[in-house]
């Protein structure tokens, strides 16, 4: 079983940037593709970015291009999401995801394994 543990969240003012972490635990984690996903006030969860942990490969939602950043530390087993230019639209739980395939990550909302959430609130 893995365990996904996500901490960074907070309020922050329109402009402003956080930096979420998720810490993964477990079974074959480091063998996992690792994104966030996020689901605010009365919408569908919807994919944010992703990051493939064998090779690297990221994608990210267009809605969040160019303003956040997905990175990984191999040796912590620990993924990231930097977010820069915070809109009020970003306001939402954010959850971290894994799974062994990328693509059920970047394409679907079936992750084999989620964290419990972290709030982000964007104030204008």
């Known amino acids: 079983q893995v365990l996904l543990v996500e901490s960074g969240g907070g309020l922050v003012q329109a402009g402003g940037s956080l930096k979420l972490s998720c810490a993964a635990s477990g079974g074959t984690s480091t063998n996992y593709a690792m994104g966030w996903f996020r689901q605010g006030s009365e919408k569908e969860r919807e994919f944010v970015a992703a990051?493939?942990?064998?090779?690297?490969?990221?994608e990210y939602a267009d809605s969040v291009k160019g303003r956040f950043l997905i990175s990984r530390d191999n040796r912590e087993n620990t993924v990231y999401l930097q977010m820069n230019n915070l809109k009020p639209e970003d306001t939402a739980v954010y959850y971290c995801?894994?799974?062994?395939?990328?693509?059920?990550?970047?394409?679907?909302?079936?992750?084999?394994?989620w964290g419990q959430g972290t709030q982000v609130t964007v104030s204008s």
């Open positions: 995801a894994a799974d062994p395939f990328m693509t059920i990550l970047t394409a679907t909302p079936y992750a084999h394994h």
């Open positions: 990051i493939n942990w064998s090779d690297g490969t990221i």
